[in-house]
């Protein structure tokens, strides 16, 4: 089957400008995490869904980052206003239950000029 | 709150020669612990984890990694490694509850 889907794969933005990042988790998983991967880092945590709700929000740097998954299934993070130090590479992940081994897709990385 | 470190950025090592990657994490509570792999431009992939039970954890592609609660440790072992075993290495750790909190990452560097 196939697996976690991100889109873009790549997104060049300006500096100001609002953004959208799509994640298509693997079908039937519950749980779809965001994480975001800077240069020589670990993924670092931005927010995770049990279906349709966010149940953990804590690593959302600031209020221009925002994610949804209306109906359970794709989600979307939103960012807005960006600034150059939002450039990195958006990591999506899901798994079928809550602390069962996430899948992550490939990622998007995003640049701000 | 818990934290994972790694304690090699880098890790350079002949092909065939045992590597030992080390991972510490900080937790009052119980957790789990995983190893990810990140190959060259691909997505992190699951190498193996510890829920609970045996402490050895046997993963994909000869690796192992032992659980030793009283250390805090997580470190991942393979007894002879191969040029295609060189990625970007992540420990992880999971409260029981969700999210996983990554380190830094151990690139391993396999040179013939």
């Known amino acids: 089957g196939a697996g976690v889907s991100q889109t873009p794969s790549n997104k060049v933005t300006e500096k100001g400008k609002y953004v959208e990042l799509r994640c298509d988790p693997i079908?039937?998983?519950?749980?779809l995490y965001w994480y975001r991967q800077s240069l020589g880092q670990g993924p670092e945590f931005l927010i995770y869904?049990?279906?349709?709700?966010?149940?953990?929000d804590s690593g959302l740097p600031n209020d221009r980052f925002f994610a949804v998954r209306p109906e359970g299934s794709v989600s979307t993070l939103k960012i807005q206003r960006t600034e150059r130090g939002d450039s990195a590479v958006y990591l999506c992940?899901?798994?079928?239950?809550?602390?069962?081994?996430?899948?992550f897709g490939n990622g998007t990385r995003l640049t701000v000029t | 709150a818990q934290s994972v470190t790694q304690l090699d950025s880098q890790v350079p090592v002949f092909e065939e020669a045992p590597v030992e990657l080390r991972c510490n994490y900080s937790?009052?509570?119980?957790?789990?612990l995983f190893w990810y792999v990140q190959y060259p431009n691909q997505g992190l992939q699951l190498l193996l984890k510890?829920?609970?039970?045996?402490?050895l954890v046997k993963g994909i592609n000869g690796f192992e990694a032992e659980f030793n609660k009283s250390q805090t440790s997580f470190h991942l072992r393979k007894p002879s490694v191969h040029i295609s075993d060189t990625a970007e290495y992540f420990c992880a750790v999971s409260p029981t509850g969700g999210k996983l909190i990554f380190g830094q990452g151990t690139e391993l560097s396999v040179k013939p």
């Open positions: 869904f049990q279906g349709t709700g966010a149940a953990d």
């Open positions: 079908s039937g998983h519950t749980a």
């Open positions: 937790s009052s509570v119980s957790v789990y």
């Open positions: 992940a899901s798994s079928s239950i809550v602390n069962s081994p996430l899948h």
């Open positions: 510890y829920l609970s039970g045996s402490t």
